[in-house]
């Protein structure tokens, strides 16, 4: 799928690179990865948090079930407490390191461990502290992982284990040392467990049950560090899914995005090395360097944006391929990945285009005072070789041969002949052979010129030309 589109076009050194940073430091370097931590990161607090409110609606339905009395509204109480803190982690939830948001997590077990460990100052009866213990409340923190999974990175679900195990063992030791005692309850337990010491330990009100107390934080981090292996497998997951929006986005640059959803569905997208008829077309900025000399660097990058995206938008609304800038040019190319009986023809409606955003963008050039661009065009038709270039650390998909050669000499053949536009005479037969008449209707105003020796080839070409520069 769209994972494998690049893999041998874009650095193969990039997945390395990527296993080394933690997720902030890729969310500052890709912002597709950004978007998938943000969206998860948002989509997971407002489902846990959802997920809370429900929880505790429900416990408190249950709590007057079990004890219906005036002092369960201090519980009710307290479950107001988890809900406006779920509320409050909602609205300072974000990817990265946030100190409030730990701060709320703290919150949140620290109160919990406090709801659990110190008797209810308005029940009506006196009993040891270590009683509320004998309630089994310690589950009530797995309703709080479960939720913290749902929202937190692995490395947050680590410290929600840790945080827990120390409020839980450190209201232990409050308990044991500063709790409240009733020594003759313990003794009218003992008195009637005569010989049953086993079940002494388990029944005795004083007894905070050390070891029950310790077990139940071990199984607590082991089942943490289950959810939180499962969340760093989601965080891979998500990482994944990032590049593959990088790699569709890094297609789009050079294909039309009609066609990104085709190739994104091939194992191999750009197919093998192999030879095949393509349309090619260089388009350059005549003067260039004059102009650039007489601006400061960033004029001269803010007019090379403007016109790289003109030139681009021209290529992809006539299906063709933006092959690469070429500082102040681009090559383009009809015909690749697939082939088309169109692609001549619509390499011409593109260089048309081309022309005409160029008057118009030099229309609001010269209003502002700005000197004009003048374009220039070179297309011709023929085999060209497609594969991958350069070396293993970097590839890249490049078609080569005769016909660009061909192609870009024509481009820079348009200042000799001082005209806008050359096309080989291949090209138009091309042209001729796969459109009708109106097809052909292409050809309007260009004019039928004599063959021209090109640098670097023995043959010559016969060219058609159009406008005058």
């Not at 429900?54 to 408190?60: D, H, K, N, Q, W």
């Not at 409020?167 to 009637?192: M, S, Y």
């Not at 350059?284 to 090379?304: N, W, Y």
């Amino acid at each position: 799928m769209a994972s494998g589109l690049l893999a041998r076009i874009i650095p193969q050194d990039m997945s390395v690179r990527a296993n080394r940073l933690n997720q902030e430091e890729l969310a500052g370097t890709n912002k597709f990865l950004l978007e998938a931590l943000t969206t998860d990161k948002r989509n997971g607090l407002r489902l846990a948090v959802r997920a809370r409110w429900v929880a505790l609606g429900i416990i408190a339905l249950l709590l007057p079930y079990l004890n219906f009395t005036w002092s369960v509204l201090y519980y009710e109480a307290l479950l107001a407490g988890f809900a406006f803190i779920g509320w409050a982690q909602l609205r300072a939830g974000r990817v990265g390191q946030s100190r409030q948001e730990l701060a709320l997590i703290f919150c949140d077990l620290a109160l919990l461990t406090f709801t659990l460990v110190v008797p209810n100052p308005f029940f009506h009866e006196t009993w040891p502290t270590a009683m509320q213990y004998k309630f089994g409340g310690f589950n009530y923190f797995f309703v709080l992982l479960a939720g913290s999974t749902m929202a937190y990175s692995w490395r947050t679900v680590f410290a929600f284990s840790t945080w827990t195990t120390g409020l839980w063992i450190g209201a232990l030791v409050l308990v044991v040392a500063f709790g409240t005692e009733i020594p003759a309850l313990t003794g009218g337990v003992t008195g009637a467990l005569v010989g049953y010491e086993r079940m002494l330990e388990f029944l005795d009100p004083n007894d905070p049950q050390v070891q029950a107390r310790v077990q139940e934080v071990v199984v607590f981090v082991i089942v943490a560090g289950i959810l939180a292996l499962n969340s760093w497998r989601t965080n891979q997951l998500i990482l994944a899914q990032s590049d593959v929006a990088r790699e569709r986005a890094n297609l789009a640059r050079h294909f039309p995005p009609t066609i990104v959803d085709q190739l994104a569905d091939r194992d191999q997208p750009l197919g093998a090395v192999r030879s095949q008829t393509v349309v090619v077309m260089f388009a350059d900025i005549v003067g260039f360097t004059r102009m650039a000399e007489q601006r400061s660097p960033d004029d001269v990058i803010a007019m090379l944006r403007e016109f790289h995206s003109h030139m681009e938008s021209a290529v992809f609304n006539h299906h063709g391929t933006l092959d690469k800038f070429l500082g102040d040019g681009i090559m383009a190319t009809f015909g690749t990945p697939d082939p088309s009986p169109e692609d001549a023809a619509n390499a011409l409606r593109c260089a048309r285009e081309m022309m005409t955003r160029i008057d118009q963008w030099n229309r609001d050039r010269t209003t502002q005072g700005e000197e004009p661009v003048r374009l220039s065009i070179g297309i011709h038709c023929g085999e060209v070789v497609l594969g991958d270039i350069g070396s293993e650390r970097r590839l890249e998909f490049a078609a080569l041969g005769d016909t660009v050669n061909v192609a870009n000499r024509l481009e820079a053949l348009t200042r000799d002949l001082a005209v806008r536009m050359i096309v080989s005479d291949g090209f138009v037969d091309a042209l001729r052979a796969a459109t009708d008449d109106q097809g052909q209707e292409l050809l309007t105003d260009f004019h039928s010129g004599t063959e021209q020796s090109l640098r670097g080839r023995d043959d010559p070409v016969k060219i058609w030309t159009y406008g005058n520069s």
